[in-house]
């Protein structure tokens, strides 16, 4: 990650924001798949609960767990790509 070892310094931060963002966007849009099986108020709760999580996360100042949810959402990501539901609460 970078210099901090236990908690995230500015550096780190900055270095996760593009990759952070650029997965909470294709979350977003992966819920818009006609694969899906969900109806539109589906999707749409879907959707605030991605928001809810990433903002939360947003807060996050652990190496660690940065880390683990970036891991969580690149797994959520390739199931809803393949037109899966995660089971797991991020989606």
Do not use: C
Not at 2 to 29: C, F, H, M, P
């Amino acid at each position: 990650m970078g210099k901090g070892l236990i908690w995230a310094t500015a550096e780190d931060l900055a270095r996760n924001r593009g990759k952070v963002l650029s997965l909470y966007r294709q979350i977003l849009r992966s819920l818009n798949s006609p694969e899906l099986p969900l109806t539109w108020a589906a999707r749409l709760s879907k959707k605030a609960e991605v928001r809810a999580i990433f903002l939360v996360a947003s807060e996050e100042r652990s190496l660690h767990n940065i880390a683990d949810l970036i891991d969580v959402a690149e797994y959520s990501l390739s199931l809803l790509r393949k037109g899966q539901i995660p089971k797991f609460p991020l989606i």
